[in-house]
């Protein structure tokens, strides 16, 4: 079983849709959790952390669930900019350093 | 500020032959990393380093070494390629310790074919 599991997608949606993804972790020891956004062949940029009261930024809202180690994205008004792969990172600290575990990805495309 | 910067972009090596990657960067970031991203996995840990002057082993280190003679550059060496090492590899940096939500900035990514 992967550290990091995610749905591949792709998620194909309308502009003003509204998405989630979901995100599941296997390390109940793991310490703080991300969203990062990769577009095609570019490098990943953080989009947000995860709190465990779930946080807000805009259109883009990320929920925490330590019981069931589960994590989720929620997009609201899609646009075609928001046509991306999103990686769900969480850190655990192992080994005796912060052990980030990219999850592979959920590529979204929004249409017109 | 250029940010992170990776050279090459994009090379293809014979299997043996050796290469290094340069990432530089011009944030004055202590922590430096490098990654490699395969399709259908996430982002695996090669290599890090938390100053000038130390590396540190990561998730798969095997086949690759590692080098930050000064602050802004972290080196990451392929002594003897094998076709596995086909990836695309990309360097990061942070102020800290990443792993407690320091954003890492990341660098455009050298895509590696061996042949």
């Known amino acids: 079983r992967k550290e990091v599991e995610q749905d591949p997608g792709p998620f194909n949606v309308p502009e003003g849709a509204t998405v989630a993804f979901n995100c599941t972790y296997s390390n109940s020891a793991s310490q703080s959790f991300f969203w990062y956004r990769q577009d095609c062949r570019k490098e990943p940029k953080l989009l947000m952390s995860?709190?465990?009261s779930g946080n807000e930024d805009g259109r883009f809202t990320a929920q925490l669930n330590r019981a069931s180690q589960y994590i989720s994205l929620l997009i609201r008004d899609s646009k075609l900019s928001d046509s991306a792969t999103y990686l769900c990172v969480v850190n655990t600290f192992s080994g005796g350093y912060n052990k980030l575990i990219f999850g592979a990805g959920t590529r979204l495309a929004v249409h017109p | 500020n250029a940010g992170v910067t990776q050279t090459p972009k994009f090379r293809v090596l014979k299997t043996g032959q050796s290469m290094t990657l340069l990432c530089a960067q011009d944030m004055n970031h202590e922590y430096m990393y490098w990654y490699r991203q395969d399709p259908g996995m996430g982002l695996r840990l090669i290599h890090y380093s938390v100053g000038e002057g130390t590396t540190a082993k990561g998730e798969v280190p095997d086949g690759y070494n590692v080098s930050r003679l000064k602050k802004q550059n972290f080196l990451l060496g392929l002594e003897s390629a094998a076709p596995s090492q086909t990836s695309v590899y990309f360097c990061a940096s942070s102020t800290r310790d990443r792993g407690a939500g320091e954003t890492q900035y990341f660098g455009p990514g050298t895509r590696l074919l061996v042949l």
């Open positions: 995860v709190y465990s």
